[in-house]
């Protein structure tokens, strides 16, 4: 006798795979969940070190937003660039930064990206065409601008990436560049990425109206809200936006919605929303989703997952050995790259 199907499998035999649409092999989507993975473990091994004393000063977490960052880097070209804020460790390791550089960065050592004194919010490899790391808010998008103005007035048609927090839709400059980026055509995108709190403040007390994305329809741009906890939703945004920058040489402004699970930094003591919250949003935690969606469409299994983690675990370690190994810089470069 012929089973009855259930309504699960109906619905899994007829629908589509949520990438479907997209041309990504299963090797790229592998890697976007290696990526997103490496990230959480990197970070969550960066906590430790940092209760134990290793790694001082500033420490911004990306757990819970590693969708937003791996999404919206993976549709790159290795001639691209991206700027970010503070909270740039994810980003750094979605575009192929080594995880030894960043974890020695961290631990402020010669070895690190930024040789060991730039630290958490200062991240940086030019090879890479990763501009940094920044940590006044709204401070970097007029940098990123530049660069989207420089790839075009050079006749190139690299695409400029812009990382930001929703707090910094606030400042004066983001409107400014925001007019600049539009009336010059700059081949940028701006990715807001709006995780509902600036440090301890909820948007809905910082900010007048609703729908941030509309910030940008004053200078009549292309622009958007996304789901930031939906890797495959950023990705394919993100390329729609890509090809209007390279082929257009326009400007996209997307607002990605997301949230983050630990606390602004590691000295918040996070009493600005209930643990209820964090809770619900972890529901969709953005790898587990990710995951499933993989194991369904049998891209990944679950023994094959577990021997991801396996790998992720050595390498986190062996970044933090390295880390650990690696030398002070020398006293005679602490003022390097200091301008008065
Ligand atoms: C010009 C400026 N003002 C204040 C600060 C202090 N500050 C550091 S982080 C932060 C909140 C920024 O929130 P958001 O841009 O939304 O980024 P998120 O931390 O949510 O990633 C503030 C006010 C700063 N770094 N720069």
């Not at 660039?81 to 979605?94: K, M, N, P, S, V």
């Not at 990763?130 to 050079?154: C, R």
């Amino acid at each position: 006798m012929e089973k009855i199907k259930t309504m699960k499998e109906e619905k899994k035999k007829n629908a589509q795979a949520p990438w479907a649409d997209l041309n990504l092999s299963n090797e790229k989507l592998i890697k976007i969940y290696r990526d997103m993975l490496l990230i959480r473990r990197f970070e969550e091994r960066a906590a430790q070190e940092y209760g134990k004393g290793k790694i001082g000063g500033f420490c911004h977490l990306y757990i819970g937003q590693e969708a937003t960052g791996v999404g919206a880097i993976a549709p790159l070209r290795e001639d691209d660039f991206i700027y970010t804020a503070y909270r740039d460790h994810g980003q750094a390791i979605a575009r192929g930064m080594s995880s030894k550089g960043c974890m020695a960065e961290l631990f402020g050592k010669a070895t690190g990206v930024s040789k060991g004194i730039g630290g958490s919010m200062h991240f940086y490899d030019l090879s890479k065409g990763f501009m940094g790391g920044w940590g006044i808010v709204g401070g970097h998008p007029p940098l990123a601008a530049g660069s989207a103005f420089a790839t075009k007035y050079q006749g190139r048609d690299s695409v400029t990436i812009c990382f930001m927090g929703e707090a910094s839709t606030n400042q004066g400059v983001f409107h400014e560049i925001l007019n600049m980026a539009m009336l010059w055509k700059l081949p940028i995108i701006f990715i807001c990425e709006n995780n509902g709190y600036g440090m301890g403040t909820a948007i809905s007390r910082a900010m007048a109206g609703e729908h941030l994305f509309e910030k940008a329809a004053g200078y009549e741009m292309a622009r958007g809200a996304v789901n930031g906890m939906d890797v495959i939703e950023m990705y394919r945004e993100m390329s729609v936006a890509i090809e209007r920058a390279r082929k257009e040489s326009l400007p996209t402004f997307l607002e990605a919605r997301t949230y983050r699970f630990r606390g602004h930094s590691m000295s918040d003591p996070g009493q600005y929303r209930t643990k209820d919250e964090i809770d619900e949003y972890k529901k969709r935690d953005p790898i587990e989703t990710f995951g499933s969606a993989l194991k369904q469409w049998n891209v990944l299994s679950e023994s094959a997952i577990e021997k991801l983690e396996e790998e992720i675990k050595a390498e986190v370690q062996e970044a933090v050995e390295f880390a650990d190994a690696s030398p002070q810089p020398p006293i005679d470069v602490l003022y390097d790259h200091v301008y008065a």
